[in-house]
């Protein structure tokens, strides 16, 4: 079991911490809090001293002979700061160390997760874009802000991730994961567009999000500034990744080359609908009387990934798709899959045997990586977050700039 260090700095979110404190005590590991001084205006030292089994102290100044301010970083196995402040973001990335939590920064030699909290303004501020940017290039993980409410009634960029989020990134940071996608962005679509025919009935397909969102999980844990791109996607959103969502496949395609502009890479985990609905109904379509079914017409949809490779100027970003497949009298799976790579001219094709309702909303999967240099992987099967890492680990490989 790991030795955490839980640095709180101070913001309204500071009562979050608490339960992200539970979280890791009830699955074993041994939780260190560490408060800034304006964080126990929020939640006091007693509060992180039952919850934690620990003593706290957030001065320099107290218990001296211990050393406290080398001898915590340097036993911890992960340092995570939530919420982190736009103020201890800039005395982070400055290397300030005026009180215990900033002094245990200096001295830890094992991974720091950030994940921040401070109104739109401050986080998008240029001085804290760069903190931001200075931090993750030392490889700090900084997890971006949720989409939501703030502290008074507006909302917006800046929320603290949900407690359960943060603990599943913390996770796999401590898993070991290398942190070799930061400074990158990455773009991953997921789920499945819908197409409509008016306005209750749609085309859609069978795709959950799950391996999209555990492909955004993983780059986020590695680093990464991750958009997530999801269409009609039922799952809680990823700990420190932006979300842009999306209906239709007219829709993804903005959504993703918008993204993509000036991606390191990008990932087609989506199901996009091929086809869709020459024309949308403003009302809904009535039944005749007469038993005749109306003719719909459909016209196919333009293909992202094709487009995304088109479009790009060099190797960046390293593009890569998935494919579900079915053997057939015309090849096998991974044949039709090589196929399928050459004519859309990806650098990289995950392909999954879909053949009896394998792999749709199931936690696992196992899929053939096939690269255009001729490259073949096999994933065997788990859990998808363990196929998204083998994905990275491939595409990280790729990025020679
Ligand atoms: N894709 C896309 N845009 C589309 C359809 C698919 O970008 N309109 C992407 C998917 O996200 C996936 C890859 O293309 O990464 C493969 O999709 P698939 O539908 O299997 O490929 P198709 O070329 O449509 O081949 P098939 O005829 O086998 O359906």
Redesign the pocket.
């Known amino acids: 079991m790991a030795e955490i260090v839980l640095g709180v700095s101070g913001g309204i979110a500071s009562y979050k911490a608490a339960e992200l404190l539970r979280l890791f005590t009830e699955s074993g590991h041994g939780v260190r809090v560490v408060p800034t001084a304006s964080s126990l205006h929020f939640v006091g030292a007693a509060t992180w001293e039952a919850l934690s089994g620990r003593p706290v102290q957030h001065e320099v100044f107290e218990h001296v002979d211990e050393v406290a301010h080398v001898r915590i970083g340097q036993s911890a196995d992960l340092v995570v700061v939530v919420p982190t402040t736009a103020n201890l973001l800039a005395k982070a990335a400055q290397g300030l160390a005026d009180d215990l939590l900033t002094t245990t920064l200096l001295t830890a030699r094992c991974p720091v997760v950030m994940a921040p909290a401070m109104h739109t303004e401050m986080w998008e501020h240029a001085a804290t874009r760069a903190n931001v940017a200075t931090l993750r290039e030392r490889g700090v993980v900084v997890l971006e802000p949720a989409v939501g409410r703030l502290t008074g009634k507006d909302s917006g960029k800046g929320r603290l991730p949900d407690p359960g989020q943060i603990f599943a990134a913390a996770l796999e940071v401590l898993a070991g994961r290398p942190t070799d996608l930061s400074g990158r962005h990455v773009v991953v679509?997921a789920g499945g567009t819908r197409e409509y025919l008016d306005p209750v009935r749609y085309l859609g397909n069978r795709s959950s999000g799950r391996q999209g969102y555990a492909l955004a999980e993983a780059a986020a844990a590695r680093g990464a500034r991750v958009t997530l791109v999801a269409a009609n996607v039922e799952l809680p959103d990823p700990a420190g990744v932006d979300v842009v969502r999306v209906v239709s496949?007219e829709d993804l395609r903005h959504a993703v080359l918008a993204a993509s502009a000036h991606a390191d890479a990008v990932v087609?985990?989506?199901?996009?609908a091929?086809f869709r609905p020459a024309e949308f109904v403003e009302s809904k379509i009535k039944k005749t009387g007469d038993g005749v079914a109306p003719d719909v017409k459909l016209v196919e949809?333009?293909?992202?990934?094709?487009e995304l490779v088109r479009t790009r100027t060099s190797k960046r970003p390293v593009v890569v798709?998935?494919?579900?497949e079915t053997g057939d009298a015309n090849g096998t799976v991974i044949e039709h899959g090589r196929a399928?790579l050459e004519?859309?001219g990806c650098d990289l094709l995950v392909v999954n045997d879909v053949s009896a309702g394998k792999v749709f909303g199931s936690e696992q999967n196992e899929a053939v990586l096939l690269g255009a240099d001729g490259s073949v992987a096999e994933v065997p099967v788990g859990p998808k977050i363990d196929l998204a890492h083998a994905i990275w680990d491939t595409v990280v490989h790729r990025m020679d700039w």
């Open positions: 679509s496949t087609m985990a989506a199901a996009p091929d949809n333009p293909d992202v990934l094709a798709g998935f494919a579900a399928k004519r859309k």
